[in-house]
């Protein structure tokens, strides 16, 4: 019998016993064995040849994969129901009944060719705390909630129905599976129509935490067990149109021309330079363009490309969009071309909570292990709590910083370290 397990079990007898274990919290661990062993069953449920899986939200395969997790829940003492936006709720009564609730979340649906880890290890990471409180017989003053969000991948849709609502128009909308919203939310058991009844508002949780694997390299290469995020960054995207003049590629003297790719391409490297002109986390990133008419033998008139920033601190984002402008301005006047940006997505950053941080931190450095902070360059389900009360994720490493990815993976120890850490967590927020 491995130490942990001794003294979960001796938790167990004294708890049997009535003996006072709220006075011991910190010697409560999770069960290694089993919160890895549901995340091997989960990995079995739409898996792909490729080792990992395709559960797309809304797809018989999801839905699968949620009657196993409701089971889960149920073991664990959870009171399960679906929400009207189809999100999982697993309900466990706190001492103090006028207290608002702590939740722990995450998501189990998968991009297409995704991975065994993403969302998952927080989702059996949260059932597992909970099923750990129950073995061991204790109650929190706080009500505790476990929420499987439905369609994170799809752009975080159960969260946001949650927290801000999602318009009629957008329901009628295809998502990944073919299903629109609508359709997908009923298949799941949810109930389309009264989902403004699933809404909660500002304080209506007294926190909300979620463990997640970092899907980028930073832990790994570190050598650093525990992420403590600082938050979700914000995106924002401007489609850039570049004009020149198209004309014919073999007759027009070289000096003169007016190319638009060209011109692109020095604002595309203006955009690398001027992002890692200063040291920082953010990212700048141009993914696409599209040129005009596209021939061999016509110089291009027209160039079209998509610029995305993401940064933690909104006001830097718009610094760097500023001097991206007038640098592709300066550009665009040398080319003899225009430039014109248009905003098509501004995302805000989400922070999460300065006083949870730390005690993610306390709560790691009391497990002997070590922490790093760092920003969440993707996107998650937090973000959307944050509108409603105060966040903290913890991440634990993804091997080589692979996601969205058979190739995704997290050691055991390190997904059942994250979860003893999200337990420690919730216990020192409750008592406080
Ligand atoms: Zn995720």
Redesign the pocket.
């Known amino acids: 019998m491995k130490r942990r397990e001794f003294t979960t079990a001796a938790l167990s007898t004294l708890a049997a016993a009535g003996l006072p274990l709220r006075f011991r919290p910190a010697a409560v661990r999770v069960d290694g064995a089993r919160l890895n062993a549901h995340l091997a069953a989960l990995a079995e449920i739409g898996k792909n040849p490729q080792g990992g899986v395709s559960r797309v939200a809304y797809t018989e395969f999801d839905r699968q994969a949620r009657e196993a997790v409701m089971g889960w829940m149920r073991t664990a003492g959870l009171e399960v129901s679906i929400d009207p936006a189809a999100n999982l709720v697993g309900r466990r009564p706190g001492s103090n009944p006028s207290l608002k609730p702590i939740v722990l979340g995450?998501?189990i649906d998968s991009v297409p060719m995704g991975g065994n880890y993403?969302?998952q290890v927080g989702s059996t990471g949260a059932i597992e705390v909970a099923e750990t409180l129950a073995g061991v017989a204790i109650t929190l003053r706080h009500p505790l909630e476990v929420l499987i969000f439905e369609n994170?991948e799809g752009g975080t849709i159960g969260s946001h129905a949650i927290t801000d609502g999602i318009p009629a128009a957008e329901l009628e909308q295809a998502s990944q599976s073919g299903k629109t919203f609508r359709e997908g939310i009923r298949f799941l058991g949810g109930d389309p129509d009264r989902l403004a009844s699933a809404r909660r508002s500002k304080g209506d949780i007294a926190a909300y935490l979620e463990l997640?694997i970092e899907q980028g390299g930073r832990l790994d290469q570190a050598g650093i067990p525990i992420g403590v995020v600082l938050g979700i960054v914000g995106i924002r995207h401007w489609e850039v149109t570049v004009e020149g003049f198209g004309n014919h590629a073999g007759t027009t003297p070289m000096k003169g021309r007016r190319d638009a790719l060209l011109v692109a391409a020095r604002c595309i490297d203006a955009v690398n330079r001027i992002v890692t002109s200063v040291p920082g986390r953010q990212v700048g990133t141009v993914g696409r363009i599209r040129v005009e008419p596209g021939a061999y033998n016509v110089i291009p008139g027209k160039a079209i490309f998509g610029l995305e920033l993401r940064e933690l601190d909104d006001a830097k984002t718009l610094g760097f969009y500023r001097r991206i402008h007038a640098e592709c301005q300066r550009l665009a006047r040398v080319g003899g071309c225009t430039i014109a940006f248009q905003e098509t997505l501004a995302s805000l950053p989400a922070l999460t909570d300065p006083s949870i941080r730390r005690t993610i931190a306390a709560s790691a450095r009391g497990l002997g292990l070590a922490t790093m902070e760092l920003p969440s360059g993707a996107g998650?389900d937090a973000q959307e709590m944050a509108r409603i009360g105060p966040v903290g994720m913890i991440f634990i490493p993804s091997k080589d910083g692979i996601s969205h990815s058979p190739r995704e993976y997290s050691k055991p120890a390190d997904i059942e370290n994250g979860a003893n850490v999200l337990l420690q967590t919730l216990l020192a927020l409750d008592a406080r």
């Open positions: 995450s998501h993403d969302g994170e997640h998650h």
